[in-house]
T-cell receptor, first 114, second 113 residues
């Protein structure tokens, strides 16, 4: 199984809502990532988890809160978002942290903040 | 800061033709990776070339790396309509955390049947 799954596929939320994005992989990968991608732009790294511990936070606003409950699951909790946070949120995983491992991406969650 | 820059930004070719995309980067790297993204979907890893390699092949894909010029190219031979996608180069700059990938702006490839 070389698949990364993400739910939901689409999400519309108001600025006062709290919602969560979920990501799952069963490849035994020990590094997991959240990226944000705006239309016609490249993905931008948000967070990296290495062995279930947060290892990189790219100065992401606190209204985005990541969580890694176990080695297969990655969540992104959303609260009090702004319309400019509307984007495609991509989850990825790799065998381990490090430069030489390819990343496997999920299909993304299309988020719209109204 | 932007690490990889790609050109052209957009490329339109006929089926059967070859497509070449270029990526330039600013700092020294350990490796360079190429990814494909179909419209609005997740990225798919295509190929990884290490800094001590000059050329790598995978099926219809050929990647070259010139570390002296800080550039890489991706060649897709005998293109198909299904190759229509955005193609990104990505680098984990040397001296930074190896888990940090920076993507170039991408090349939008359209293959016309």
């Amino acid at each position: 199984d070389t698949e990364v799954t993400q739910t939901p596929k689409h999400l519309v939320m108001g600025m006062t809502n709290k919602k969560s994005l979920k990501c799952e992989q069963h490849m035994g990968h020990r590094a997991m990532y959240w990226y944000k991608q705006k239309a016609k732009k490249p993905p931008e790294l948000m967070f990296v988890y290495s062995y279930e511990k947060l290892s990189i936070n790219e100065s992401v606003p606190s209204r985005f809160s990541p969580e890694c409950p176990n080695s297969s699951l990655l969540n992104l909790h959303l609260h009090a978002l702004q319309p400019e946070d509307s984007a495609l949120y991509l989850c990825a995983s790799s065998h381990a942290p490090g430069t030489h491992y390819e990343q496997y991406f999920g299909p993304g969650t299309r988020l719209t903040v109204t | 800061s932007q690490q990889g820059e790609e050109d052209p930004q957009a490329l339109s070719i006929q089926e059967g033709e070859n497509a070449t995309m270029n990526c330039s980067y600013k700092t020294s790297i350990n490796n360079l990776q190429w990814y494909r993204q179909n419209s609005g979907r997740g990225l798919v890893h295509l190929i990884l070339i290490r800094s001590n390699e000059r050329e790598k092949h995978s099926g219809r894909l050929r990647v070259t790396l010139d570390t002296s010029k800080k550039s890489s190219s991706l060649l897709i031979t005998a293109s198909r309509a299904a190759d229509t996608a955005s193609y990104f180069c990505a680098t984990p700059p040397a001296g930074t955390s190896g888990s940090r990938l920076t993507f170039g702006e991408g090349t939008q490839l359209t293959v016309n049947p």
